[in-house]
């Protein structure tokens, strides 16, 4: 074993003991505090029936929705990152993330009811929503092929007219929609509960070991579309299944977390310095460091001005602009 990939095995181990620790953290504090023994209690089984009311139908759903929501937009902006050559691709900025929210706040709009209620119809909403602004893009980025400039301005273009739209029908709405939909585009996950996670458990389930399986493609698509097509690789082929499974994790996110933005660019960023550029690695602890900010976040946003509550998306903002800023200043 090479000391690159011993240094990997390490950094993914620590990361999962990190997830663990923030688990525990996250099911201890709160508005109402539980020791950590009766936490344990409550696990299995022996806990009051407050304690298992708090965890299991208020704590545990919206952990496990933050874990899943990150390692899904931190995998999906990774594969942006490797189909493009850019490093700026990223969900939110490229306008997927826009479109999938557009369709929701649609779909809220036309049928003015509670999005709780149609929770299993949001994810499938807002993939069109994703999969549109994904074709717009690279229809309109095309010209003898598609540049990464030409493919971030015109995914700045596209947000732009995803956020007016969204606005526009925002303005329709009644007061009650209305402000269910601006703090869900704002990135909430407070009142998720087990149907939001078994919504999108399966998106994340199936196209996760997809894109792990895929790693070797990322790394041949990384040197090239010539040298690519002289190694066997469908060059064409591969990078359509690739952006469709970005394009799909990043609409079933956003669908159940809303518009959090950062994640997607960040995440693969800090994952390359900690483990190198090859995908195997890159992409595992894309996924888990991913996890590890979102469920940090929330639990931070819960907690810090308790018993109010900051959206999580604006905690992840806050710190994946900082870091940006920072990334920025190094290169």
Same mark, same amino acid.
């Given at each position: 074993?090479?000391?690159?990939?011993?240094?990997?095995?390490?950094?993914?181990?620590?990361?999962?003991?990190?997830?663990?620790? #923030?688990?525990?953290?996250? +099911?201890?504090?709160?508005?109402?505090?539980?020791?950590? /023994?009766? !936490?344990?209690?409550?696990? $299995?089984?022996?806990? @009051?029936?407050?304690?298992? /009311?708090?965890?299991?139908?208020? *704590?545990?759903?919206?952990?496990?929705? =933050? /874990?899943?929501?990150?390692?899904?937009?931190?995998?999906?902006?990774? $594969?942006?990152?490797?189909?493009?050559?850019?490093? +700026?691709?990223?969900?939110?900025?490229?306008?997927?993330?826009?479109?999938?929210?557009?369709?929701?706040?649609?779909?809220?709009?036309?049928?003015?009811?509670?999005?709780?209620?149609?929770?299993?119809?949001?994810?499938?909403?807002?993939?069109?929503?994703?999969?549109?602004?994904?074709?717009?893009?690279?229809?309109?980025?095309?010209?003898?092929?598609?540049?990464?400039?030409?493919?971030?301005?015109?995914?700045?273009?596209?947000?732009? =007219?995803?956020?007016? +739209?969204?606005?526009?029908?925002?303005?329709?709405?009644?007061?009650?929609?209305?402000?269910?939909?601006? $703090?869900?585009?704002?990135?909430?996950?407070?009142? #998720?509960?087990? @149907?939001?996670?078994?919504?999108?458990?399966?998106?994340?389930?199936?196209?996760?070991?997809?894109?792990?399986?895929?790693?070797?493609?990322?790394?041949?698509?990384? /040197?090239?579309?010539? #040298?690519?097509?002289?190694?066997?690789?469908?060059?064409?082929?591969?990078?359509?299944?690739?952006?469709?499974?970005?394009?799909?994790?990043?609409?079933?996110?956003?669908?159940?977390?809303?518009?959090?933005?950062?994640?997607?660019?960040?995440?693969?960023?800090?994952? *390359?310095?900690?483990?190198?550029?090859?995908?195997?690695?890159?992409?595992?602890? @894309?996924?888990?460091?991913?996890?590890?900010?979102?469920?940090?976040?929330?639990?931070?946003?819960?907690?810090?001005?308790?018993? @109010?509550?900051?959206? !999580?998306?604006?905690?992840?903002?806050? !710190?994946?602009?900082?870091?940006?800023?920072?990334?920025?200043?190094?290169?």
């Amino acid at each position: 074993m090479t000391s690159q990939k011993r240094k990997a095995g390490f950094m993914i181990v620590g990361l999962i003991l990190a997830i663990i620790i #923030t688990l525990l953290i996250s +099911l201890n504090i709160g508005t109402m505090r539980i020791a950590p /023994l009766d !936490v344990w209690k409550t696990m $299995i089984g022996q806990g @009051s029936d407050q304690n298992q /009311l708090v965890l299991f139908d208020f *704590r545990l759903p919206r952990m496990v929705i =933050a /874990l899943l929501i990150g390692a899904g937009m931190a995998i999906s902006g990774a $594969i942006l990152q490797g189909v493009t050559h850019n490093e +700026l691709a990223d969900p939110g900025i490229l306008g997927i993330n826009s479109g999938a929210g557009f369709a929701v706040v649609l779909f809220i709009y036309l049928t003015q009811g509670n999005p709780t209620s149609q929770v299993f119809v949001l994810p499938l909403a807002a993939l069109a929503g994703a999969v549109v602004a994904a074709i717009l893009i690279y229809l309109i980025s095309w010209k003898n092929g598609v540049s990464p400039i030409r493919l971030i301005l015109v995914g700045i273009g596209i947000n732009a =007219a995803f956020q007016a +739209l969204i606005i526009v029908y925002q303005l329709k709405m009644d007061p009650d929609n209305f402000t269910q939909a601006t $703090i869900w585009l704002s990135g909430n996950i407070a009142g #998720t509960d087990w @149907s939001y996670t078994l919504a999108l458990l399966p998106w994340i389930i199936i196209l996760l070991p997809i894109t792990f399986f895929k790693a070797r493609t990322l790394d041949t698509l990384h /040197l090239g579309d010539e #040298t690519a097509q002289g190694l066997g690789t469908a060059v064409e082929k591969e990078r359509i299944l690739l952006l469709f499974i970005a394009v799909a994790l990043a609409g079933a996110s956003v669908a159940v977390g809303g518009a959090i933005a950062f994640l997607g660019l960040v995440i693969p960023h800090l994952a *390359r310095r900690l483990v190198g550029a090859g995908h195997k690695q890159m992409l595992i602890t @894309s996924a888990l460091l991913g996890a590890l900010l979102l469920l940090a976040a929330d639990t931070i946003g819960r907690n810090i001005l308790a018993p @109010s509550e900051i959206p !999580v998306g604006l905690i992840v903002s806050l !710190v994946g602009g900082i870091y940006f800023i920072y990334l920025l200043m190094k290169s």
